[in-house]
């Protein structure tokens, strides 16, 4: 089975096709504005991950009397080096650690079904600018 999918990417000009490869655990339903899901993109086998650096917060912790921490992403592994016509699926944490990638996806606002369990995504987010 192929873990890519292909997605039309249109602006004034011209079309082109953009693969997107999942490389998150997890296959990911991605819905419209309405929440009906659109197409669902197979997990690719290869897995994307991020390093989390925890560093204590003291003045947190005494104010609240609960522990508290601050977290800052760390190394990213897994991850692909760019390649024309291809898109990366990735977690929310993986994309927020690369900014300087545009080449990364993560899923959007999650869509909860009727009975509260999540469905899929609403569209996907990414760091901005063009591949």
């Known amino acids: 089975m192929n873990a890519s999918r292909k997605w039309l ?3 004034s000009r011209h079309h082109d096709t953009m693969n997107i490869r999942n490389l998150t655990p997890h296959a990911v339903t991605v819905c419209g504005g309405d929440g009906k899901p659109l197409q669902t993109i197979q997990p690719s086998g290869q897995v994307a ?5 925890t560093t204590p917060d003291t003045e947190l912790t005494l ?7 601050t977290v800052k992403p760390g190394q990213v592994t897994g991850l692909p080096d760019p390649q024309a016509g291809v898109m990366l699926l990735v977690s929310m944490a993986v994309r927020v650690a690369v ?3 545009r080449d990364v996806l993560s899923p959007g606002e999650l869509v909860r ?3 509260g ?8 987010v990414g760091n901005g600018g063009a591949a």
Request: glycine share 14%; net charge positive; hydrophobic share 35%.
């Open 113 to 115: 079904g009727a009975d």
């Open 9 to 11: 990417r249109s602006n």
């Open 49 to 53: 991950r991020v390093s989390m650096a």
């Open 99 to 101: 900014p300087h990638r």
């Open 63 to 69: 104010a609240t009397g609960l522990p508290v921490v």
């Open 117 to 124: 369990q999540p469905v899929g995504c609403r569209g996907l």
